[in-house]
């Protein structure tokens, strides 16, 4: 069986790396609270600010909705790192692929 490659980005600053989702939130601004995802062999890490929470929660998964006030971004891994470290940390959330 072939393991799944996921592909790269181009970063303008770290070059060819790999990919997180944050939402807009996140890469915009500062001093939010957050919960995150790890990376998995299948989805890139992810992470999303407690307003974006809220609204997944309400919405129980993430819907157009949902999606809509993410307003999912693209950015390297490197690049995402330097995002997070504007923003609080709150919990870990184990996505669908992972073990409980």
């Known amino acids: 069986m072939e ?3 996921r592909p790269k980005i ?3 600053r770290h070059g060819a790396s ?3 989702l944050v ?3 996140l890469r915009l601004e500062s001093g939010l609270s957050y919960y995150a995802c790890k990376d998995t062999p299948h989805a890139p890490a992810q992470a999303w600010c407690a307003l974006c929470d809220e609204v997944l929660c309400a ?3 993430w819907t157009e909705r949902a999606c809509g006030v993410a307003d999912w ?3 390297c891994a490197e690049c995402c790192s330097a995002s997070l470290a504007r923003h609080t940390f709150l919990a870990w959330s184990v996505g669908t692929d992972e073990p409980q």
């Open 10 to 12: 181009q970063c303008p």
């Open 73 to 75: 971004q693209i950015i």
């Open 23 to 25: 939402c807009r939130h």
């Open 59 to 61: 919405e129980q998964g």
């Open 3 to 5: 393991s799944q490659v």
């Open 18 to 20: 790999d990919y997180s």
